[in-house]
């Protein structure tokens, strides 16, 4: 096993990955920018070592700094967490070409699934269905035009090298379709170094669902049943939950089977999802492959009861899977709910500052997934996720209770969160009965009905109080003999008191 690993990430989840190290006895190492000096991640590591600027490509994307680091530290992995270099081919070859063992898949799998061309490609291969759409790459605006009309509108327009909801456009009518091409392909470029596009078919008001897989370096890969990830915002995932609520033991049998078929046919290593959108009619098409740990992991851990950043760490140190897949048991619902630093009343604006007070909630079945603790000051240079927290219960109705009740209970001031607008999500009526899909926030939120707390209440009673206490103040009250106000004319002023006849 290994005796250091460097964490080459920020936030949450480094802390969630510290945490693993040191419950299997492994020195982690974190890195930090200029802005993560005094970061929860950077205090829960037993060695920190900087990597650069406050900007993440001088820091966290910068890979000959995080070389260095894990160089001057001794390390013997790099853990990449998700997000910044997580499906970075280059940086999975460079560690390799530093020594380091990267705990995550080959370089060769993840160019194979980072390409959303490529895997298309290869999962038609497999056997594993696929949305219908363009066979390549399309760029002169009217080849593509005349593959979009034969494909029938709505279309998408996808980057190639494209991920997390970047590079995407609907296309609905096909005089939009040639100005929507030119701004994704340079959307495209921009983002990912690589102008290629391509057209499927939209799938309207789909689920999304995906799969876990585990695979070890002895032949076995696992899947860990489905997550249902559609309650998003712009693409983002905000809910996530497992199982499914309308995912049936035939459909989580045909979905792990493709889900298996696509890691096995990448030569896949370590915790990989496989993601897919499923329609009205209960079939289901292969989207893309995450090849790195997901941000929403917790709820699989919740109802398997497995640890999967301890697995990946011991797959990459050369360990089989001390599991079989008969082994793999479901147990109760789990919903995780991403806590953002913005303002769900003000377009979600991102809010910053120093955090003055922070209450995690507790309690049974409740986990928290933390970044940030009291008198941290929130940068402005990351992603505004601070936190996840999970719920877990033995059906999905007592797990929305417990979801609500955690969000009822949860602080962090005076900075703004998205809490409100996840109360109100869980109270949304498709979300409730689970008919909800990818576009249900975008047709049903309305900012203005967010959910009120009881506190804030609280206080605009004691605030009106107050006013009136002020204001009882300045009244002149009529009396009948030049003193203290009767009673019975106490709430008068002279203007409206009526004296006998």
């Known amino acids: 096993m290994f005796a250091k690993i460097l964490i080459a990430n920020r936030g949450e989840i480094a802390v969630r990955v510290a945490r693993a190290c040191k419950e299997m006895g492994i020195t982690p190492v974190a890195i930090y920018s200029d802005a993560d000096r005094t970061a929860l991640h950077v ?4 060695e920190a070592h900087p990597v650069g600027g406050s900007e993440a490509r001088e820091s966290y994307l910068n890979i000959a700094n995080i070389m260095a680091a894990a160089r001057a530290s001794g390390a013997d992995a790099v853990h990449p967490g998700y997000g910044f270099l997580a499906e970075n081919a280059d940086f999975a070859q460079a560690c390799l070409d530093n020594g380091l063992v990267f705990i995550g898949p080959s370089p060769a799998s993840i160019r194979a699934m980072g390409n959303k061309l490529e ?24 080849e593509a035009g005349r593959v979009a009309t034969a494909m029938g509108y709505p279309v998408l327009i996808k980057a190639a090298a494209g991920g997390g909801g970047k590079g995407m456009r609907v296309v609905r009518r096909a005089e939009e379709f040639a100005a929507a091409l030119k701004l994704t392909m340079g959307e495209a470029s921009s983002a990912f170094s690589d102008p290629s596009v391509y057209i499927e078919k939209l ?11 585990m ?43 493709a889900a298996r078929k696509t890691a096995i046919a990448v030569g896949y290593r370590g915790a990989g999802t496989v993601e897919f959108i499923v329609d009205a009619q209960r079939n289901f098409y292969f989207l893309e492959m995450n090849t790195r740990l997901q941000v929403e992991h ?13 697995q990946q760490i011991a797959i990459a140190a050369g360990e089989k899977l001390a599991l079989s897949q008969n082994d793999v048991v479901l147990r109760g619902h789990a919903i995780e709910m991403r806590i953002y630093a913005e303002d769900p009343a003000h377009n979600f604006l991102p809010s910053i500052g120093r955090i003055k007070r922070l209450v995690l ?28 927290l999970v719920v877990w219960a033995d059906t999905r109705e007592e797990a929305i209770l417990r979801a609500r009740r955690a969000l009822r209970e949860y602080r962090c001031e005076p900075i703004r969160t998205n809490v409100d607008f996840l109360l109100w999500a869980l109270a949304e009526p498709s979300f409730v009965d689970g008919s909800y899909h990818t576009g249900t926030i975008e047709t049903r939120f309305d ?17 009106a109080a107050i006013a009136a206490h002020n204001y009882r103040g300045t009244v002149r009250y009529a009396t009948t003999d030049g003193g203290n106000p009767d009673w019975r004319q106490a709430a008068r002023t002279e203007a409206t008191r009526r004296w006998p006849a």
């Open 43 to 46: 205090s829960q590591a037993y």
């Open 119 to 142: 895997a298309r490609a290869a999962m038609k291969k497999a056997g594993v269905p696929i949305v219908p759409g363009s066979d390549g790459p399309v760029s002169d605006p009217r």
């Open 203 to 213: 799938i309207e008001q789909p689920k999304h669902i995906e799969i876990q897989v």
């Open 215 to 257: 695979a070890d370096g002895h032949g076995t890969t696992l899947s860990y049943g489905e997550r249902e990830c559609s309650m998003q915002r712009r693409y983002q995932k905000v809910i996530e939950e497992a199982p499914s609520p309308v995912v049936t033991p035939a459909l989580r049998a045909a979905l792990s089977e």
């Open 298 to 310: 917790p709820v699989t851990e919740s109802i398997y009861g497995v640890d999967l950043v301890k």
């Open 361 to 388: 909630p507790q309690g049974p079945g409740v986990r928290n997934d933390n970044g940030v603790y009291e008198g941290y000051d929130i940068p402005i240079y990351y992603d505004p996720m601070i936190g996840k």
């Open 447 to 463: 900012p203005t009905k967010l959910h009120q707390r009881d506190d804030e209440i609280e206080l605009a009673a004691i605030a």
